[in-house]
């Protein structure tokens, strides 16, 4: 009885290749405590800095309070932006690019007060940079890697799993927009269809929303 009760709170399983959707509950909980750390991390924040003896502690304090005061600021704005606002995929990416983005430098920030307030040897004190640029390391990874084949991972299983197709990386096509053809450019811009146009090509994924999209001036090298 009691197991039935909480299956309320959490959906299924996800199906392979495609994006979990929490429950209102899910999303309610990821919102409200993440928000709720907001205040004391910048009060903490604001007392390791005023506590601080020398500017070598203050420039510390004030490096992990920004990472600490960022990671909650970002990723309460991101779970509210993905219960509220789901249907604006492009914001939802973005702050979701951010808040992994703000975890790397955080985890960066955390050291900073074990790294700079230490007596370090002549190796171990190359770590102090070392971590900030892992962190980026991370970032430029993340941007350029992991949430690009991720993001294809998951639109290939939406296709799959409210279309039926298999391995679809987004719906195509394309239309002739007609135009009025620049001087002296003559037959350039001319089609089959007997007029001057330019070709829009787009892709789509399942809810209808541009992927990409591609003008093509020379209609001879797109009817190729």
């Not at 900073?112 to 070392?130: K, V």
Request: hydrophobic share 45%.
């Amino acid at each position: 009885m009691v197991a039935k009760d909480f299956k309320r709170f959490m959906n299924h399983r996800a199906p392979a290749n495609s994006r979990y959707k929490p429950t209102c509950y899910e999303h309610a909980a990821n919102c409200y405590t993440h928000a709720f750390l907001i205040a004391p991390s910048i009060v903490g924040s604001a007392l390791l800095h005023r506590m601080s003896d020398d500017r070598w502690e203050k420039i510390t304090a004030w490096i992990y309070g920004m990472g600490l005061c960022t990671l909650f600021i970002v990723s309460t704005v991101f779970h509210i932006v993905t219960w509220k606002k789901s249907h604006l995929r492009t914001v939802e990416h973005c702050f979701h690019m951010c808040d992994r983005m703000v975890i790397y430098f955080f985890i960066a920030a955390s050291y900073a007060p074990w790294l700079n307030l230490r007596e370090l040897g002549p190796l171990a004190s190359h770590m102090r940079w070392l971590i900030w640029l892992m962190a980026a390391g991370g970032t430029i990874y993340v941007f350029l890697y992991h949430e690009n084949f991720q993001q294809w991972q998951v639109i290939a299983g939406d296709f799959e799993s409210l279309w039926n197709f298999t391995n679809c990386g987004g719906a195509i096509d394309g239309k002739h927009v007609r135009i009025m053809p620049p001087s002296k450019s003559g037959s350039y811009y001319y089609n089959y269809k007997d007029f001057f146009s330019i070709i829009l090509m787009a892709i789509v994924d399942t809810n209808y929303e541009f992927l990409f999209v591609e003008k093509i001036g020379r209609c001879q090298m797109a009817e190729r």
